[in-house]
Nanobody, 123 residues
């Protein structure tokens, strides 16, 4: 059974930082790419960032470039979020896929999902 478990969400003031983590388990899961998505109330789930399982390459959505950094080691990955803005408020989801292409960023491209962790940025 594949499990993706996120942690690290919370409430932070604008300009602050948070670090989300995602732990992956499950013998049958051999992902090529791990990603993060977010979903704000009333909005569709949107891509945030992705990283190859090897850690060799990353890909970011334009709204978070220069502020968020995705890294990984063994069966964990971390999303460091700096200079947070109120518009970053959302439930953040970790996801994994077997597709190799980092730039395929729709939710349907991903095979496995975590339960999500809430991030709230106050103004």
């Amino acid at each position: 059974q594949v499990q993706l478990v996120e942690s690290g969400g919370g409430l932070v003031q604008a300009g602050g930082s948070l670090r989300l983590s995602c732990a992956v388990s499950g013998r049958t899961f051999s992902p090529s790419v791990m990603g993060w998505f977010r979903q704000a109330p009333g909005k569709e789930r949107e891509f945030v960032a992705a990283i190859r399982w090897s850690g060799s390459s990353t890909y970011y959505a334009d709204p978070v470039k220069g502020r968020f950094t995705l890294s990984r080691d063994n069966a964990k990955n971390w999303l460091q979020m700096n200079s947070l803005k109120p518009e970053d408020t959302a439930v953040y989801y970790c996801a994994g896929k077997t597709l190799w292409d980092l730039t395929r960023t729709t939710p349907d491209d991903y095979d496995y999902w975590g339960q999500g962790t809430q991030v709230t940025v106050s103004s």
